[in-house]
């Protein structure tokens, strides 16, 4: 296992290159399990998630190969339909694989997915969108077991206790694509990485209405072709870039992203005492005075403020001056981070799914452990600022969702190296 060693203090000025969205990359590659044809997709990062959907096709006998930054879907059709507990267990966002298998090949076995440090996952609303659409669904010994003669169109509701559901809505919009007749998703999700989903599928010849909306329309049709497409840039690699200029009093350029993606991260970065300039596919970001200010933040599903930016806000508002509030609605345990941030001096209380932060002067570096992606981040993010040496234990979190992060990070000026534990 790696750590990451990091020496605070210093400013972080110069350039970033954004890389392409993990979670957009995710349900496109599974969404080329529709169709037998040759599938391109460029600016996938090479993450360690990815390499995951990488043996899943494998063992599905559907060829990936990466080069560089494209991924080649190879032609070829596939017999097997299962997505095994080895793999599945070391991700989650598995789970898209059902839709597509089941609108492909009539039936699925996918290993059910466990939950993680930032709650449960739940997979219901998963489950009663594809039955809506006429599959029989059973779970057997830890297993999906789903099956379908033909899926049928239908009016779905996919609302949730917390709201609209990402992967739901990727894998309702994907087994929609080739059922007979229309399928309207009510309360789908309408996150960027959705919507480039849906661009993809409309290359591919599917017909949907209503990207990027909470109410989507989906034509079914007989077949799908194999399509190009350029995965979007990363917003949550983009938000957690410009909290490491914040927090460190820097002053950074972040290249290739989508701005118009990231407006309420971009908003309450504003609201705390930042400057952020936004062009065609560029943020420059600095604080607009020598210290910040405190905020309330609340997650919401988009367009509100992303709860895989929450750990990362928290880190910065830690050493704002003032009371800051993070309200965490769409998963309320996602608090792991609290504990290791208050080891590095921060001073934080939770009340609930409320975290009362009190800006401290300064933090002080130690060992912490990481947990889950995103709350590694904070602990990146809080290491830059804190006195002293900060290690990181567990960055394998880290690894599944952010592409080369100290390399980037060193080459604005971070005291950052990777290490064997
Ligand atoms: C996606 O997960 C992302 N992962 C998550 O990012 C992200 O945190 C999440 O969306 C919310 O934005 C990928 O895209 C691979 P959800 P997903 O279904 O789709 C509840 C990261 O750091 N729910 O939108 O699994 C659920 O418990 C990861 O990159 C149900 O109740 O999340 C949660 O409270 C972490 N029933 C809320 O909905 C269901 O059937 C939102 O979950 C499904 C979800």
Do not use: W
């Not at 990091?6 to 399990?33: F, M, Y």
């Not at 895989?308 to 009371?323: H, R």
């Amino acid at each position: 296992m790696d750590k990451l060693v990091i020496n605070g203090g210093h400013v972080l000025k110069g350039e970033i290159d954004i890389s392409g969205a993990k979670n957009a990359a995710l349900p496109i590659i599974a969404a080329t399990l529709l169709t037998d044809e040759e599938c391109i997709i460029k600016n996938v990062p090479d993450l360690k998630d990815i390499s995951t959907m990488q043996k899943i096709f494998e063992y599905l006998g559907v060829k990936l190969r990466r080069e560089k930054d494209v991924l080649v879907r190879e032609s070829g059709s596939y017999n097997e339909t299962t997505a095994p507990y080895d793999i599945v267990s070391t991700m989650r966002a598995s789970i898209c694989v059902l839709g597509p298998l089941l609108a492909k090949k009539s039936k699925a076995n996918v290993s059910f997915p466990g939950g993680c440090v930032i709650g449960p996952r739940p997979i219901d609303l998963h489950l009663k969108g594809l039955r809506a659409l006429g599959a029989d669904i059973s779970v057997e010994e830890g297993y999906i077991i789903a099956n379908t003669k033909q899926l049928k169109g239908k009016d779905i509701y996919l609302g949730g206790h917390f709201g609209s559901s990402v992967l739901a809505t990727a894998n309702l919009i994907m087994a929609a694509t080739l059922a007979k007749g229309t399928t309207v998703i009510h309360n789908a999700a309408a996150e960027p990485e959705i919507q480039d989903l849906g661009n993809f599928l409309l290359k591919m010849g599917a017909q949907i209405q209503g990207i990027g909306a909470h109410t989507i329309t989906i034509q079914g049709v007989k077949k799908l072709h194999g399509a190009q497409h350029t995965i979007i840039p990363d917003r949550i690699e983009t938000g957690t870039y410009m909290a490491a200029a914040a927090i460190t009093n820097g002053d950074l350029l972040l290249r290739n992203t989508a701005p118009s993606d990231i407006m309420a991260i971009t908003d309450k970065f504003r609201e705390i005492g930042c400057l952020v300039d936004i062009d065609q596919n560029t943020i420059r970001i600095r604080r607009k005075n020598k210290m910040l200010k405190a905020g309330a933040v609340t997650t919401l599903t988009y367009p509100g403020f992303p709860t895989d930016m929450q750990a990362q806000i928290m880190s910065l508002l830690s050493i704002s001056p003032g009371i800051s509030v993070i309200t965490e609605k769409i998963y309320p345990e996602r608090f792991i981070h609290i504990s290791e941030l208050n080891r590095l001096g921060a001073n934080i209380i939770l009340e609930g799914c409320n975290a009362i932060v009190k800006g401290v002067k300064s933090l002080s570096g130690t060992d912490v452990m990481a947990s889950d992606l995103r709350a590694s981040a904070a602990l990146i993010l809080a290491g830059l600022v804190a006195r002293g040496k900060t290690t990181v234990h567990r960055v394998y979190h880290l690894d599944r969702g952010y592409e080369n992060l100290e390399k980037k990070l060193k080459a604005v000026g971070a005291d950052i190296k990777r290490e064997k534990e």
